[in-house]
């Protein structure tokens, strides 16, 4: 089943190749995770989506305390419920590869960490970011008064223009200044 | 500003978009973009003052962004500025529908706010805005879309301010079409290669990026269809073929690549820390395989081509002890310098081989290129990864970028989520204690330093001096058994002993240095680390020179054949530095790891101490290094070492570690790994083979040299072989003026020191720019505060205005009726000046005695009225009014009368006066008076002319100015009067019949009703 599901055609696949950072090889291999976690209905429909659990489901993905971020920041679905189209996926997997540039990393990462979606980082973002690096449980949370000091020494140093956020450009200033960022922004299948 | 925020009852996302223009939203934006626009903004016409002030505050939040915005913006920001203003408006709309629209109506906006450069000229915009705009979730998608995309990488323009503010659908559709257009435009007018990684850098999802792609494609085959030519063609054919090429390189790199899944497996459980060993580790690999390939082409195939056996003396067979002793039997082999013959290969029908110059260059080319390659890597390592530690780093960069998503394995990812939260609580425990330790305290850190310092320095040297005597031992031992020139195994194993030595060394004390982190308190863990590699550094390098003076100096007057016997030792010291290696990460992690889980507890899993395992690599380079002059095929060993070392750490850190307990800067630590490999490893190694070849003479027994002074002489000895054949004078000229010439090394040098010097000051101006920018960010981000607060305040008291529009207006009212009561009293003060006591309320006819000071009665009265009334003006405008109350000339009085009709002319004031009047139907004389002294004011207000030139008459002449006085009081009497209501009309005309004295003022009474009468005819 494998075989009749990675069939690509050329002509995308070279499309693919050129809009992405992936190389035919993962293009490939991509797409043939891809058609696993399709069901057989699926197959028929010209762009299938695959549901959101069923890509968290993929190993890369499992452990991930920010995996529905993820799912959330590259789905185009309308109902906005995660799930990915092919091309989605293939969107997610370049923004994490190798070779994507520091620039698509920290947007992408900007706006997983951005859990409203409003564009910039405030104390709300930053306290579930805490709360998903640490774990979200009771007894591993850090306590309310932790949480404040620690969610102002972020702001205090990462906040440059002083308006109580971290945006865009603030938060891609911070990651300039590390530069383990690049390789551990990574997923590779 | 987090206070602001909370006053605004959500997130300013507005304000924010100024920054966060760029951020695509596109992935969720459809439905997302419909919420965001429809939340704040997008309804925003019957909303309550808070939206109103959000929507205001963001509105002056534009401006600083509106200057240096591109031209598209200012554009878009005209109509977008009328919508405001009838957002504005909007809330007005409750008075505004009383009164009927006046042309200047927009000019209380202008007082209000032309102090921030706020211009509204579209006031029409109110009439012709529908209601509800709700820009469509397409649209707003994908404007977003290329918002994002122009920051990202295309347009180096100003960035728009324009937000999501709730710009009309077709402003949108506007933006995106221009932006979209210019987007293709500069995308067409790229080369293929350019272009199609200027597409894929941008931040957009794939459809999107489908979608300019093909834009673009279409655009660009349209262009060429018209000017299709045969080079163009061909051009695009080879770029073509080019890309198809590089991206089967990529693929093939990508194939090839050695231990890909096992990276991957490392890299899920341990995250990119560990990965960077091995990552090290293999480049290592790549090196020694670069260096075995070169070797074994260039030296040893021709060598094996003319000589395929080994001239081996009779007696010495191989007994399986040279595996770890390289002598004996291998003593004869190609595998060391003495292999090596010095002819010139190639008689009878091959073609001519000169070995000597063979072995040279190649040794030569290689450890250029190793020095060139180590350069690059290093100075793009430095570019890339160092960052300067800033001190000032602590938490943030952990949160926001330390998360390694390459972590997949579940375990992992708990203990990092585990280690990562114990390092967070303590490194905010760190912050509260913060506080500087008393002297005491510090002196003792200090001894503490400097006795592990100085303890660690002396081991180094005196490890590196009983290296020295060990050696001294060993060569007295060599020499006696040679004289006796019986090679029993014994002997043989004998030479094993100085490696042995040398390897535990380099095992133990390391182990014994990190016992040192006990008692030394780094303020910083990575200055731990550093200390840990300086003094590991200092200890193999010193050895290491040891080793290498014994050899320089001892060996190479000792022994008939030096170079073999240096290059025996070498390769005894590689593989007794594997076995240490191996026996290492026994002891070292898997007896620990056993201790720690089944013995004591307290100790727990170790870790894999990346650092002391890739300078355990840097140490076995850097012997290889040296080795490569003496010992040609040494890289073949090392290449075995490494390709089992790979699968050995692999397994005992599978087996045995658990994942670093602190996110290290791998990058970082990656950088300074890379420089210690090239500053001590390999320039000490370069040194050591450059002064073997310029120097030392080599052994006159054996090897390519024999015979030679030194080794460069093989090179003299060429190029005068050269200096006959014509072809190749150049060569020769190159040799002596170039190579051999000390002027060129001073010239060159002197223009290297003058190169660094001017970068040195380029980075120093480039630092100092840095700081300047830094400064500006935060005085940009101060600016906006301020102005934020600026229109909060602002936004606040029309708020209030708003709110308390009753209180305000009884306020007002209340302080109007005081004025005119001020008004009266100075005016009756003067008329009772005159005598005249019993006129004191409504009858003005005993003030006609008075022939000078009525009409200073009358100014008076005039500027107290419009002390009140600039008063109310002051009080709703929120700034001092200019005017004052002193003046009593005639200039004041024009003064004050303009300052009234300005103030009336504001429809506010024009609005609560009328409440006023239809509220107060009083009877009373007084109230009646002060209706007749307002209707008066309006009267005058609405006949500025008239005004004008009746001031100056009353002051001129005050003759006159009994009649006069006496028509103005009939005149506003009557209106008044008509204003409350007609019933009141009769009476007050019987009244002033009574009243007059004269026809005339009764005559203007009546022309002045009528007049009235019109006017108010024309208003309703």
């Given amino acids: 089943m494998g075989t009749t599901a990675s069939q690509l055609r050329k002509d995308l696949l070279s499309e693919y190749q050129e809009l992405t950072f992936l190389t035919k090889q993962e293009i490939i291999l991509a797409h043939k995770r891809f058609s696993e976690l399709l069901s057989k209905e699926d197959r028929n429909i010209p762009t299938p989506r695959v549901p959101m659990e069923k890509v968290l489901s993929l190993p890369e993905l499992k452990s991930n305390p920010f995996r529905k971020r993820i799912c959330h920041v590259f789905s185009t679905s309308d109902m906005k419920d995660g799930s990915l189209t092919f091309e989605d996926f293939l969107d997610l997997l370049s923004a994490f590869s190798d070779s994507a540039t520091l620039e698509i990393k920290s947007h992408y990462a900007f706006r997983i960490f951005d859990f409203d979606d409003d564009g910039t980082l405030d104390g709300g973002d930053l306290e579930k970011l805490v709360n998903c690096l640490t774990g979200e449980t009771d007894d591993t949370r850090l306590t309310t008064e932790e949480m404040r000091q620690l969610i102002s020494n972020i702001l205090e140093e990462s906040d440059i223009d002083k308006d109580g956020t971290v945006n865009l450009s603030e938060f891609q200033h911070v990651i300039s200044r590390s530069p383990d960022f690049v390789s551990s922004f990574k997923i590779v299948l | ?701 054996c090897g390519p040299f024999r015979g030679l002074n030194t080794t460069f002489s093989a090179i003299q000895i060429w190029m005068d072989d050269l200096n006959g054949v014509d072809a190749f004078q150049w060569t020769v000229w190159i040799y002596q003026h170039v190579i051999r010439s000390e002027i060129f090394y001073f010239l060159v040098s002197l223009i290297i020191l003058v190169f660094i010097y001017i970068f040195r000051q380029i980075t120093q101006g480039r630092q100092l720019l840095i700081i300047l920018l830094r400064q500006q960010i935060v005085n940009e981000g101060k600016d906006k505060a301020f102005l934020l607060e600026k229109l909060q305040t602002l936004q606040k008291s029309k708020q209030n205005k708003q709110k308390k529009k009753k209180q305000v207006r009884k306020r007002q009212e209340n302080e109007s009726s005081t004025g005119m009561q001020q008004a009266l009293i100075a005016r009756q003060r003067l008329e009772q000046e005159n005598g005249d006591s019993s006129s004191s309320f409504g009858v003005p006819m005993p003030s006609g005695h008075s022939v000078s000071t009525t009409s200073s009665a009358m100014m008076q009265a005039m500027l107290a009225r419009q002390y009140a009334e600039d008063q109310d003006v002051a009080s709703y405008r929120g700034v001092p009014f200019p005017a004052d109350q002193t003046p009593a000339s005639s200039s004041a009085l024009i003064q004050a009368m303009q300052a009234r009709q300005r103030a009336e002319s504001q429809n506010e004031d024009e609005f609560y006066r009328a409440p006023v009047q239809s509220q107060n139907p009083v009877n009373a004389l007084p109230s009646a008076m002060i209706q007749v002294m307002q209707a008066r004011q309006r009267a005058e207000s609405e006949q500025e002319e008239d005004e004008f030139y009746r001031a100056p008459i009353h002051s001129e002449h005050p003759v006159s100015s009994t009649s006069s006085a006496m028509i103005q009081v009939m005149q506003a009497r009557q209106r008044a009067e008509e204003e409350e209501s007609e019933c009141y009309r009769a009476p007050a005309s019987s009244q002033h019949p009574d009243a007059s004295g004269t026809g005339s003022a009764l005559i203007q009474a009546m022309l002045a009703r009528q007049q009235v009468e019109e006017e108010y005819g024309d208003r309703y």
């Fill in chain 2, 1 to 701: 500003m987090s206070h602001y925020n909370n006053t605004g009852g959500y997130n300013n996302t507005a304000y924010h978009d100024s920054d966060t223009l760029e951020i695509d939203r596109s992935p969720s934006r459809k439905s997302q973009s419909q919420s965001h626009h429809s939340n704040p903004h997008g309804n925003p016409y019957p909303r309550d003052d808070g939206a109103a002030g959000e929507r205001g505050r963001s509105d002056l939040l534009q401006l600083p962004g509106g200057v240096q915005s591109s031209y598209d913006d200012a554009q878009e920001r005209v109509p977008w500025g009328g919508w405001q203003e009838g957002s504005w408006r909007g809330r007005d709309s409750i008075p505004m529908g009383l009164l009927p629209p006046r042309s200047e109506s927009p000019r209380w906006q202008q007082h209000d706010l032309n102090h921030s450069g706020y211009q509204i000229d579209q006031a029409t915009h109110y009439d012709t805005m529908p209601p509800v705009r709700l820009p469509s979730a397409t649209s707003g998608h994908v404007s977003m879309r290329f918002r994002g995309s122009r920051k990202m990488s295309l347009f180096p323009v100003g960035e728009a301010a324009l937000g999501n503010l709730g710009l009309s659908e077709d402003d949108i559709r506007n933006e995106m079409e221009n932006e979209e257009h210019n987007l293709v435009q500069e995308l067409v007018a790229m080369s293929t290669r350019d272009r199609i990684k200027a597409i894929r850098d941008l931040p957009m999802s794939f459809d999107d990026k489908k979608h300019i792609r093909g834009q673009v494609l279409a655009l660009k085959s349209f262009k060429k269809s018209r000017q299709l030519n045969c080079f163009s063609d061909c051009s695009t054919t080879v770029s073509l073929a080019f890309r198809r090429c590089g991206a089967n390189m990529t693929l093939a790199r990508q194939t090839l690549e050695l231990w890909r899944g096992t990276m991957k497996e490392v890299e899920g459980k341990f995250g990119t820390g560990v990965l960077s060993y091995f990552k090290f580790l293999k480049w290592l690999l790549m090196f020694n395989i670069f260096s075995f390939l070169v070797n074994f082409g260039f030296i040893t195939i021709p060598q094996l081509i003319y000589h395929p056996t080994p001239d081996i003396p009779a007696g010495v067979s191989f007994r399986g002890l040279e595996i770890l002793t390289g002598a004996g039997y291998f003593s004869h082999t190609v595998m060391y310098y003495g292999g090596y013959s010095n002819k010139t290969q190639g008689t009878g029908g091959w073609p001519e081989y000169n070995m000597q110059l063979a072995y040279f260059f190649t040794i030569a080319a290689y450890m250029v290129l190793c020095g060139a390659a180590l350069i690059y890597s290093m100075a793009s390592s430095f570019r890339k990864k160092y960052v300067l530690a800033d001190s000032g780093l602590g938490g943030a960069w952990q949160l926001l970028c330390s998360w390694d998503f390459s972590v997949t394995n579940e375990k992992a990812v708990r203990q990092r989520k585990n280690n990562l939260r114990i390092q967070l609580k303590e490194s905010l425990s760190e912050k509260v204690q913060v506080a500087l330790l008393p002297l005491t305290e510090r002196l003792k850190h200090y001894g503490v330093f400097l006795g592990t310092w100085l303890l660690s320095t002396g081991m180094a040297l005196g490890c590196g001096a009983s290296v020295y005597f060990l050696c001294q031992y060993d060569t007295s031992r060599t020499r006696k058994s040679a004289d006796k020139a019986s090679g029993s195994l014994l002997e043989e194993a004998a030479t094993l002993l100085l490696p042995f030595v040398v390897s535990l060394i380099n095992l133990v004390v390391p182990l014994f240095y990190s016992l040192f982190k006990k008692i030394e308190h780094y303020s910083n863990p990575r200055m731990q680390v550093y200390a840990i590699i300086v003094r590991n550094v200092i200890l193999k390098m010193s050895i290491l020179a040891i080793l290498c003076y014994y050899w320089m100096k001892d060996v190479a007057n000792t022994f008939s054949c030096w170079e073999s016997i240096v290059g025996q030792a070498l390769y005894r010291l590689v593989i007794m530095d594997f076995l240490f290696v191996m026996l290492g990460s026994f002891f070292g992690e898997f007896l620990s790891n056993v201790i720690g889980t089944k013995c004591i507890q307290s100790l727990g899993v170790p870790e894999f101490d990346v650092a002391r395992n890739v300078l355990d690599l840097i140490y076995a380079q850097t012997l290889a290094w040296i080795g490569i002059y003496f010992s040609p095929l040494l890289p073949v060993i090392q290449i075995i070492k490494f390709f089992i070392l790979f699968y050995l750490k692999k397994v005992s850190l599978t087996q045995n570690c658990q994942p670093p307990r602190r996110a290290g800067r791998a990058a970082q630590m990656q950088t300074i790994f890379i420089a210690i490999l090239f500053f001590p490893s390999f320039v000490g190694a370069l040194s050591m083979v450059a002064y073997t070849v310029w120097t030392l003479p080599p052994s006159d027994k």
